[in-house]
């Protein structure tokens, strides 16, 4: 099992950056796959970011490609999602899960991930 804890989530105005953290326990943390959600009030969880065990591949939804920036140390057992230019848009709070291993599902579907972290609130003022 794999426990995971978001951080770095704050106010920030338009324009500007913030970096969150979703730190993991567990041993086998840099087998999985890891992906970045967010929810804002009344709206489904949306895809966000993922990156491989190994770091090497990346994808990002097209609402924050160019602007968000997700990468992993593995010696630290710590994924990143660098987040500038940030948008009122961008205003939710932030998940980060593991991806079901062997999973069938799409790395943009909420349904393809198993362990998640209990969530950072991002708001962003105009």
């Known amino acids: 099992q794999v426990q995971l804890v978001e951080s770095g989530g704050g106010l920030v105005q338009a324009g500007g950056s913030l970096r969150l953290s979703c730190a993991a326990s567990g041993r086998t943390f840099s087998s999985y796959a890891i992906g970045w959600f967010r929810q804002a009030p009344g709206k489904e969880r949306e895809f966000v970011a993922t990156?491989?065990?190994?770091?090497?591949?990346?994808y990002y939804a097209d609402s924050v490609k160019d602007r968000f920036t997700i990468s992993r140390d593995n010696a630290k057992n710590t994924v990143y999602l660098q987040m500038n230019s940030l948008k009122p848009e961008d205003t939710a709070v932030y998940y980060c899960?593991?991806?079901?291993?062997?999973?069938?599902?799409?790395?943009?579907?909420?349904?393809?991930?198993?362990?998640w972290g209990q969530g950072t609130q991002v708001t962003v003022s105009s």
């Open positions: 899960a593991t991806r079901i291993l062997g999973g069938s599902y799409s790395y943009r579907s909420s349904l393809g991930y198993n362990y």
């Open positions: 990156i491989s065990w190994s770091g090497s591949s990346t």
